[in-house]
């Protein structure tokens, strides 16, 4: 025992002496296990469906589409992700430290140091056994832990690996604190990682996260435990560690691929205005050229993806200024193939590839070729697109796109409506297709068979496809929904409702799950069951707020409260079906604001109504102008909005109106425009006066050419075209209006406004002719003495100055008020002056003024306003 002790004490001094101080530990780069969301998976673009899309709702009573639209795809890079940065994760102690040769050491130290030694110099071969040793020899040894770490390490260097993981797992087992804790739990991590054992791996990232010291490791834990969550499926969880590592600023070489992996993971939720930001700052911040160009070309990708798609284009030209290598510039310029694509620019998508074939990688090629044949499909040149389709298999035969130009064909066949697309079916399987693909061209059949209207015979094909152990979950739900459809078509109703129960109970997650409640709400309301279409409409629009199906499902639901009554209830469903599809097609955004103005209108807000019967009207004019113009009409008429009023008559009456402006809105307009020019025209601007008469003008002509107008709809416009000078419209008004009149006063009256028109037409015996009538009919009074006025009127406008000047005085004698009196002595004394008669005049302006002092005083104010 004493021999053995003393060769260990003259080994130890011997690794002394040739070594004083043992380096650290080299530090471990973690370069095996590729990181696979340090740049996106990049996938071709999508073929034309491989499964059968689930049939879009339709509208009761409304025919069954039985075409399959080709899908759009987006092109998604491939090739070795972007490699990140770890830390080097050195020995916990620190440097390991022999002790000077002479010092008596206990045994268990000595074979420490005898391990310690060959590790210190990399003699990880020698230094595992020795490891052992000690760990067999002394198991309650004080430096168990670094032991064990060690040997786990050892074992690690010499490939060792299952070794490894024993010991570091034994070392986690047996304790639970100490500073070898975090260092063991990443090794460990990182050989289940190596192993694509995720859910082994995550425990101990998530251990070492916490207990490691280094901050560049812990977040180096963290980051891979993200990693692990994506390859587990848990992409919240994932999302929630890479948004804390983009937090994270100091000590952290992950912030860049922590935000591409959060874009992604945000994309992939469809948050994609979420991932544009992410990508976006990406690209602003990152000096990795690969990165850098990745992250443009996918805000480039996503800005199409939010109908930006002139800024998505523009970043991806921008892309191709970017030193990232071909690869990149490569899925660039497919990208904008891909834009075009979409853009429906088919023509553009043809001319790339027929020009700059040569110009494509192995990579993007067979994808561009797929797109140009979509795009002669799309032009309905099925040859030229077959032809392309035949190259794919021939330039690369076995590869996914052969197969998938193999089915591409058979489907532009069938879309083609080729007599002979069940033969070509057969022939493709005979081929040596999949079982997959094989489910699949059973579906295809199910789908001429639907196209042809057989849907008896679809029916079971569509069943067996649900039976499949090939298809996957999302593809068997398709299949019950076009077979529920089929029953939809068969008139089976309630088999075609129990089929879509199955749908949603059965596949609680399928894509097509929102159009299953859709169509389960038509069923139901095609079954009498109005309740429950209800229930599934009001489930689909919570529930859904994204899917495609829940605008219809607003749109119905709006309708069918509508048909019960629920009239509240259907306007807050226009209203959120306006508010969530402002892009909505025309006609159903008119429907959805003509009731929601409707129903305004009969809840007497008047002005809530008005501007969605506006955009009613200007939406669908041929279904809603006439009555969305009617109430308008009467919106304005309750407000008594004489402006508004007016601008809807003109806008009914200009724009093909079936009907006519209702007498008591029209009436009331042309008087209300009459009696606010009269109050002007005395007190307002005079400006203001005409417009008014100019607009109490034009409705009362609409008014006098109708049948049921009034006499005094021909007054009123004969005087309002009088205070417009207009005199043959005002004569013409009167002459209309006096058959209709039997009463002498009102009759006199319309003869002095008649001869004021003919004065004002310089028909001066005419006029004379009028004011005799009016005389006759009214011998005193008030009329009688305008119709004096209007007699010097005539003679005045003929220059004959002192009868006129005469009949003007008569005035002044006969009657006594002061609305005609003294503005009759003024005329007179005009006349006299211009007959010369200066002293007749001046006789009479005093006898006026002593006579009528306030309408002078007054006369006098107002002109001194004027001229102020």
Request: proline share 6%.
């Amino acid at each position: 025992m004493n021999g053995m002790l003393k060769s260990g004490i003259l080994l130890a001094a011997m690794v002394v002496a040739a070594q004083p101080m043992l380096a650290q530990l080299r530090p471990f780069r973690p370069g095996e296990p590729e990181i696979r969301r340090a740049e996106p998976v990049r996938r071709p673009p999508t073929p034309a469906p491989t499964s059968i899309p689930v049939a879009t709702p339709i509208p009761v009573g409304r025919p069954v589409p039985a075409d399959i639209p080709p899908q759009r795809a987006t092109p998604r890079p491939s090739g070795k992700p972007t490699p990140v940065p770890v830390p080097d994760l050195g020995d916990p102690s620190g440097e390991i430290r022999i002790s000077p040769a002479g010092t008596p050491l206990p045994a268990d130290q000595v074979q420490l140091s005898i391990a310690d030694s060959y590790y210190a110099r990399g003699m990880f071969e020698m230094a595992a056994p020795e490891y052992e040793k000690y760990i067999g020899l002394y198991p309650n040894g004080a430096d168990r832990q670094a032991a064990l770490f060690r040997l786990g390490e050892s074992y690690r260097r010499n490939n060792t690996v299952n070794a490894a993981r024993t010991s570091y797992q034994t070392l986690l087992d047996q304790f639970g604190t100490g500073e070898f804790i975090g260092p063991a739990a990443y090794r460990l991590a990182e050989l289940y990682y190596a192993d694509k054992n995720y859910s082994g791996a995550l425990p101990y990232y998530r251990k070492a996260s916490v207990r490691l010291k280094d901050p560049k490791l812990a977040n180096a834990s963290k980051f891979f435990s993200g990693r692990c969550l994506e390859a587990l499926g848990q992409k919240i969880e994932a999302r929630s560690v890479y948004e804390d590592l983009v937090g994270t600023q100091q000590d952290n070489p992950f912030i860049e691929n922590s935000r591409m992996s959060l874009a992604l993971l945000l994309k992939e939720s469809g948050r994609t205005a979420e991932a544009l930001k992410q990508v976006q700052t990406l690209s602003n911040q990152t000096t990795n050229p690969e990165l850098k160009a990745q992250a443009t070309i996918y805000a480039g990708l996503w800005l199409v993806d939010l109908g930006q798609t002139a800024k998505g284009e523009e970043a991806l030209k921008k892309s191709l200024d970017l030193d990232a290598g071909e690869r990149w510039r490569d899925v660039a310029q497919f990208g904008l193939v891909q834009i075009a694509f979409n853009s429906e620019k088919y023509a553009q998508v043809i001319s790339t590839w027929t020009s700059n074939a040569k110009a494509f990688g192995a990579e993007t090629r067979p994808q561009v070729m797929m797109l140009a044949a979509r795009s002669y499909l799309a032009l309905g040149k099925n040859d030229d697109a077959q032809q392309i389709l035949t190259q794919i298999g021939k330039e690369f035969p076995g590869s996914t796109y052969a197969k998938d130009a193999g089915y591409e064909r058979v489907k532009a066949l069938y879309r083609a409506e080729d007599p002979n697309v069940l033969q070509e079916i057969d022939a493709y399987l005979d081929g040596g297709a999949d079982d997959q693909k094989k489910d699949l061209i059973y579906l295809m059949k199910a789908e001429i068979l639907f196209k042809k209207g057989d849907f008896a015979a679809a029916a079971p094909l569509y069943e067996s496809a649900n039976k499949s152990r090939q298809l996957t979950g999302q593809q068997k739900s398709e299949a019950l929904a076009k077979l529920a459809w089929c029953y939809q078509q068969t008139k089976e109703i309630d088999r075609a409702i129990k089929t879509l129960t199955d749908l949603i109970e059965h596949y609680p997650t399928a894509k097509g799950l929102s159009a299953a409640l859709l169509q389960r709400a038509v069923c139901q309301l095609r079954a009498q069951n109005a309740d429950a279409g209800i229930k599934d409409f009001k489930k689909l629009i919570s529930d859904y707020p994204k899917a495609k199906e829940r605008e219809a499902a607003l749109l119905q639901l709006a309708r069918m409260l509508g048909q019960r009554g629920d009239n509240t209830g259907m306007a807050d469903t226009f209203r959120i079906y306006l508010r969530d599809y402002p892009q909505a097609p025309e006609p159903e955004r008119a429907e959805a604001n003509f009731w929601i103005g409707s129903v305004a209108f009969e809840n007497k807000a008047y002005k809530d109504a008005v501007e969605p019967l506006r955009l009613a009207r200007k939406l669908n004019k041929e279904e809603y102008f006439e009555r969305a113009s009617l109430r308008l009409m009467l919106c304005h008429y309750y407000l008594e909005d004489t402006s508004g009023l007016a601008g809807e008559i003109e806008s009914y009456v200009t724009g093909g109106a079936k009907g006519q402006v209702p007498y008591d809105v029209l009436h009331w307009l042309a008087i209300t425009l009459f009696e606010k020019a009269k109050t002007e025209e005395k007190a307002g601007p005079q400006d203001q006066a005409a417009e008014h008469y100019k607009g109490a003008v034009k409705h009362l002509r609409m008014l006098t050419r109708r049948e049921d107008a009034k006499p005094e709809d021909w007054g009123k416009l004969g005087k309002s075209e009088l205070a417009l000078n207009d005199w043959a419209g005002a004569e013409k008004a009167f002459t209309s209006l006096l058959p209709a009149l039997k009463d002498p006063g009102p009759r006199a009256e319309s003869y002095n406004d008649l001869a004021q028109a003919q004065l004002g037409g310089r028909k001066f015996t005419e006029a004379q002719s009028s004011v005799q009538q009016g005389l006759t009919l009214q011998p005193d009074g008030f009329i009688n003495a305008e119709l004096r006025v209007t007699a010097g009127d005539i003679l005045a406008a003929q220059e004959k100055w002192t009868d006129a000047a005469k009949t003007y005085e008569a005035v002044t004698v006969i009657i006594d008020d002061e609305s005609v009196t003294p503005r009759a002595g003024e005329k007179a004394v005009q006349a006299y002056r211009k007959a010369g008669d200066e002293d007749s005049a001046k006789k009479l302006l005093n006898k006026l003024q002593s006579r009528y002092p306030e309408y002078f005083q007054n006369k006098k104010a107002k002109q001194a306003t004027v001229a102020n």
